[in-house]
């Protein structure tokens, strides 16, 4: 199924949440130096798709192959290992850390172990090798100035910067974000385009988004679930008119680049 070029493939995933099939046979490929598009009505499996590749729900059928090879659906303390860092909707910063101890927990062996114990045993060394890396995380996604302030005093536009910040200091190769544009303005939203088009050179991205102009500005194909199945796949200009989703999904706005 996958070639030179596929970073990711999964074929056939399920997932069953009781009686209620939230993922029903999905395939989807990620391709290297990509931004994969995965859209869809609220409810749809989109997040869900991100949490088996999280390792956070269990599939029930499907396969998954990683750069030309099939493995195991990871485990999250095995996520930074396979290449692999993913934002949450809700950021997820802990606030009575600095920006960037909270950027320095993204880290592969920091990853492994609880918050309490995260920094003991680092030799001030390491410790300050991480902290570059922290900062070079930061400076990346033009969130330097703020490394030494609480998490609790940024604004929610400097949290979205420093979730991705923290994704960034493993170097993933796949990095899957989660509504990363919720709740941003239009110039921030601007940032954010711009910053992707830069981090496709480095890691090949999914990217789970409801505000379809930015979808279609940065995504190079797309998927569209619907009551948990894949509908579509294709070119933007493919998805946009495809008619099943105008009806699910994009409505009357499928002509044009609003929400």
């Known amino acids: ?7 990711l493939s999964i074929d056939g995933l399920s997932v069953n949440f009781g009686g209620l099939k939230a993922l029903n046979k999905v395939n989807l490929e990620l391709r290297k130096g990509e931004v994969l598009g995965l859209i869809g009505p609220n409810g749809a499996g989109k997040t869900t798709v991100f949490n088996a590749l999280s390792g956070i729900v269990p599939p029930a059928e499907g396969t998954l192959e990683l ?3 099939k493995v195991q659906w990871p485990k999250p303390h095995q996520l930074v290992h396979r290449g692999i860092a993913r934002t949450l909707q809700g950021v997820g910063l802990f606030p009575d850390l600095t920006v960037s101890e909270n950027v320095m927990l993204g880290a592969n062996h920091l990853a492994r172990t609880g918050l309490t114990q995260s920094f003991l045993g680092l030799t001030r060394k390491d410790e300050a090798a991480l902290r570059n ?4 995380a930061l400076e990346r996604v033009y969130a330097g100035s703020v490394s030494e302030r609480r998490a609790d005093t940024l604004s929610y536009p ?10 960034l200091i493993s170097e993933p190769k796949i990095l899957l974000l989660d509504e990363p544009a919720g709740g941003l303005s239009a110039q921030d939203i601007e940032w954010f385009n711009a910053l992707v ?3 496709k050179s480095v890691t ?8 379809m102009d930015v979808v279609m500005s940065i995504c190079d194909r797309i998927s569209v679930l619907n009551f948990g199945e894949v509908i579509a796949s294709g070119s933007k200009e493919e998805v946009r008119s495809n008619p099943a989703v105008i009806e699910a999904y994009l409505g009357s706005h499928a002509g044009d680049k609003k929400r």
């Open 1 to 7: 199924m996958a070639d030179h070029a596929t970073v």
């Open 67 to 69: 750069f030309g090879k």
């Open 133 to 136: 890396r922290a900062q070079a």
């Open 158 to 167: 400097d949290t979205k910067r420093v979730s991705i910040a923290r994704a």
């Open 197 to 199: 088009g830069n981090l």
């Open 204 to 211: 090949s991205i999914i990217i789970v988004e409801h505000h």
